[in-house]
């Protein structure tokens, strides 16, 4: 007898994740194919309680924006943008807040130009050599799916490193291209959107010498020191390198890192609010799961416990998350982060030369 109602309550629970796997697509939203391990039970959980905050969210911005094409940055679009931007007014918002939109109106054929332009033969090889690593689990580009984001993905590549010869192109580039092509699911608007990112939101991040990158990763640790001591104390203990353990987060501007829902609310604020959001993402999750970081006792602890981090209900629930990367990490002045980029840059010349 007890056999059968164990029997049956295992069923029933294999039914219930049969029932939520075939409610749940094996592919998201973005065109992302789902692990294997997904669970599908938490995930329809999840998404039950964030679909009513959307549906609130999404009503709100609609009597924001009453059809406007244009927008203006303002305290309560500021406000609106931390909340979260509806899907379907991402490419808007984030063409009016960083700049972009502004270029793209005075450069009009600027972006067509470019892909008209006799082009390197090394900028043209590095780009293709990349572009069948980019998102291999993201239907969109696969060469069989219609229409292919690759050939989108190459021209916006190809166009930007024309248009900046002294970036060109470098790994990591082609992630954040790919995100923005999903998003706008147009190329002339993710070239400006990319520039607006790498040429005045993370300067000097993939420049050859990537200067501004390894400043921004010193100073993420001079805000752990002041913030987290305990962290800071562990990784002097262990001698790891902040470029082992974040360069990812700032370099793909935390795309596979995160969960693609949560990237994107992050994105959201760095369009415009600017790179100091990179630390704000990186000093909660630092500060959030302190205790555990600080159990580490040897370099691959720490490897690992960074890697954990970023796993989870934490970081799942994105809602949540943002609201907490505005509280838990405390104050963040640009004056503050303006001042330890200049002492990280200054000291990282003095080393290199």
């Known amino acids: 007898m007890q056999r059968s109602k164990a029997t049956n309550r ?34 329809e959980e999840l998404m039950s309680d964030y679909l009513v905050v959307l549906t609130r969210r999404t009503i709100k911005w609609s009597k924001l924006l009453r059809g406007k094409r244009k927008v203006q940055k303002s305290l309560t679009l500021k406000r609106y943008v931390r909340k979260g931007v509806p899907n379907e007014h991402r490419t808007l918002i984030w063409m009016a807040v960083s700049g972009a939109q502004d270029l793209l109106e005075k450069s009009p054929g600027y972006f067509h130009s470019l892909l008209g332009a006799q082009h390197d033969p090394k900028l043209v090889e590095t780009i293709c050599t990349d572009l069948n690593r980019t998102f291999p689990d993201n239907i969109h580009f696969r060469k069989t799916s219609e229409p292919c984001l690759q050939k989108s993905l190459y021209n916006v590549l190809l166009a930007y490193g024309t248009h900046n010869p002294s970036v060109g192109y470098c790994q990591g ?25 790498l040429g005045r939101i993370l300067p000097d991040y993939y420049s050859p010498a990537m200067l501004g990158l390894k400043a921004d990763q010193e100073v993420l640790g001079e805000l752990v ?25 700032f370099i793909c501007l935390y795309i596979d890192v995160l969960p693609v829902e949560t990237v994107l609310r992050i994105w959201d604020c760095l369009f415009y609010e600017g790179s100091k959001i990179l630390f704000r993402v990186a000093l909660t999750l630092i500060h959030h799961n302190q205790l555990e970081i600080q159990q580490a006792q040897s370099l691959p602890d720490v490897c690992q416990a960074f ?22 990490p405390g104050s963040l002045s640009r004056a503050t982060l303006a001042k330890l980029r200049e002492l990280c840059r200054s000291r990282i010349v003095a080393e290199e030369s």
């Open 225 to 249: 020191k002041a913030k987290t001591p305990g962290v800071w104390k562990t990784m002097t203990d262990q001698n790891v390198m902040w470029t082992l353990v974040v360069s990812r987060w």
């Open 307 to 328: 890697k954990q981090i970023t796993c989870g209900p934490f970081v799942d629930q994105c809602h949540t998350f943002m609201q907490k990367i505005f509280t838990e």
């Open 10 to 43: 295992t069923r029933t629970r294999t039914a219930a994740h049969s029932g939520a796997k075939d409610r749940v697509d094996r592919v998201d939203p973005y065109g992302f194919e789902r692990p294997e391990d997904f669970d599908y039970d938490s995930y």
């Open 173 to 197: 580039m082609n992630f954040i291209a790919g995100y923005l092509l999903i998003i706008t699911k147009e190329e002339e608007k993710s070239f400006w959107l990319m520039d607006a990112l």
